[in-house]
Every structure is written in structure tokens, then in C-alpha cells.
């Protein structure tokens, strides 16, 4: 059941009108919490740029949001664990926009994988795909996020390293380290007005996670961790984006915020 269901009560989505015309790029965007995160940025009528390795989902995202907002969203394809490919993308992005204002580094892939199945290889690729696109995102779009005056980058860790979890050692390894490469990018890019925050979601019903892991024993499982009592969404996790993209957290820099229903 939704919060809107359980509690009986409407939603009034905030508004952050410093927002509006500000550009804002997004990784993952084309499913699940990134989905969230790139309509919830289009609502504000920011100019939306979203990458993604999956096509056909980028453009029917893309053909959804476009009447949602002054400027639709511009989906750009391309695989983030490519280094050629993305600072390509990056020099295209900082070529067409000349600014960034927010940067919401969100794609990973929580495939899971026991000890024993791991090699040097496939730690490679794990640590590509969640942890080496967050510090080149930053890197490529710096000098566009130099010329905004300010910025805010947003990573996604998870609570995965924070609660005994298991089943995806090296995924969990990267999401620990977000926590640290943003607090250290926080203190590199402060005198600067780049702020580095990170969020770090717990269980969230998303299209995949429902089809792959949120079987009715792994929810069971989850709503007795939870304080709350009923599945966390996408969006939930978008409005905590959303509030650290906007000025309303001029002062908050270097922290990370959990947005798992009260996990213990
Ligand atoms: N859903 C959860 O329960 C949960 C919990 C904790 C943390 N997180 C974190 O939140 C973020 C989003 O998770 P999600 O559940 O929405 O994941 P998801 O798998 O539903 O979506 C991830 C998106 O990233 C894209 N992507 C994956 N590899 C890519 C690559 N090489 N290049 C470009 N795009 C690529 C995918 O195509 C997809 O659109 C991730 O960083 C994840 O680790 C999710």
C-alpha cells in the first residue's frame, strides 16, 4: 500500500522554483529511481539530460515527459562503464549546454554474485558499473559546473553496507566508497559552491526490484526491518534528490541521507 493510500492524504509535490532553466544531468535515468529522479527534475522545469545503456527505454521516457515541461528531456545513450564513449557524451553535454547546475550520479547494477563466482575481471566490471562513472561524471562536467557558479552533485550509495546484507560482496564494496568519494569531493569542490552529498536508499519497489528480488518473502523480510510499514518508492527517494539539487540546501554539503523507511 502507498503512503498516499495508507494515510489518506494528497501529496503536494513541492515546488523549487530555482530550479526552473537550471541544467541537470542524470546517470541510469531511463528506469527505476533514475526514472523517478528525471521526472521529478522535468516537474521543476529544469532542462533534463539523462544517460542510459538502455535505448528503447531513454526514447519512451523521453516521448512520456516531453508535454510535462517547457523543455523535455534530452536522452543521450551511452554505456557508462565505456571511458571513450562517456567523455565523448561529456564533451557533447558541456558543448550543447555550457553549464551544469546539478549532477545526479544514480546508475549501478545490483546483479548479485557469491565470493567464490567473483574474479579479477568481473570485480572490474562490478566496480565500473557502480563506482568509476561517479568520479568521471565529475570530472568531464567540472569545468561546466564551474561556469553554473555553483552546483550540487547528488551520488547514489545505498544501505547495503550499512546493514548486515549479503549475496553481492564487491557491489557493496562500491557503495561504500561513494560515501567516501563524496565526502572527499565535498571538501575539493567546496570553495568552489559544488556541493557533494549522497543518498542512500534502502529496499525500493522499482520495476527490477520487484521482478527480480522483492520476492513476497523478501518484502515480508523487509517490512519487519522497516519502521515503516509498507514498500518505499522511486519517487521517495526522488524528493530527497530533488531537495539536495535545490538551493533550499545551500549550507549541505559532505553528508549522506537515508531514505529506507527506518531500517534497522
Ligand atoms: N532499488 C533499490 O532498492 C536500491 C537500493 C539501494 C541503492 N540503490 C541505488 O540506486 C541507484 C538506482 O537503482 P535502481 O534500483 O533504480 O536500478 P535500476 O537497475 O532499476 O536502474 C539503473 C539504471 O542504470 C542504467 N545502467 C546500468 N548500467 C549502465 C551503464 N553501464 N551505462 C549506462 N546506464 C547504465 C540501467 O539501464 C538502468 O536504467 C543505483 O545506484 C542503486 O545502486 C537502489
Excluded at 65 to 94: H, M, N, W, Y
Excluded at 132 to 156: C, D, E, T, W, Y
Excluded at 230 to 254: C, H
Aim: proline share 3%; hydrophobic share 45%; with cysteine.
Amino acid at each position: 500500500m502507498s503512503w498516499r493510500e495508507e494515510t489518506g492524504r494528497e501529496h503536494g509535490a513541492a515546488i523549487y522554483p530555482g530550479l526552473r532553466g537550471r541544467v541537470a544531468v542524470v546517470t541510469g535515468g531511463a528506469s527505476g529511481i533514475g526514472e523517478a529522479i528525471v521526472e521529478a527534475l522535468v516537474r521543476q522545469q529544469a532542462r533534463v539530460v539523462f544517460l542510459d545503456v538502455q535505448a528503447q527505454a531513454g526514447e519512451a521516457l523521453v516521448e512520456r515527459l516531453k508535454a510535462s515541461a517547457d523543455a523535455g528531456p534530452v536522452f543521450l545513450r551511452c554505456d557508462l562503464t565505456d571511458a571513450a564513449e562517456l567523455k565523448l557524451v561529456l564533451q557533447r553535454i558541456d558543448a550543447d549546454f555550457g553549464r551544469v547546475d546539478v549532477l545526479v550520479n544514480n546508475a549501478g547494477n545490483d546483479t548479485r554474485h557469491a565470493i567464490e563466482e567473483v574474479t579479477p575481471e568481473s570485480w572490474d566490471r562490478t566496480m565500473a558499473v557502480n563506482l568509476k562513472h561517479h568520479f568521471f561524471m565529475v570530472q568531464g562536467l567540472l569545468p561546466a559546473m564551474r561556469r553554473a557558479g555553483a552546483a550540487s552533485v547528488i551520488n547514489l550509495s545505498s544501505i547495503a553496507w550499512m546493514i548486515p546484507s549479503t549475496g553481492l560482496p564487491v557491489y557493496v564494496a562500491a557503495k561504500a566508497a561513494i560515501v567516501g568519494l563524496t565526502r572527499t569531493l565535498a571538501h575539493e569542490l567546496g570553495g568552489e559552491n559544488i556541493r557533494v552529498n549522497c543518498v542512500l536508499p534502502g529496499a525500493i519497489a522499482t520495476e527490477r526490484q520487484l521482478r527480480l528480488w522483492l520476492t513476497p518473502t523478501y518484502q515480508a523480510e523487509v517490512l519487519a526491518r522497516q519502521a515503516l510499514k509498507r514498500l518505499i518508492t522511486p519517487e521517495e527517494v526522488a524528493r530527497m534528490v530533488l531537495f539536495l539539487a535545490s538551493d533550499e540546501s545551500s549550507a549541505v554539503t559532505n553528508q549522506s541521507f537515508v531514505v529506507d523507511g527506518g531500517w534497522v
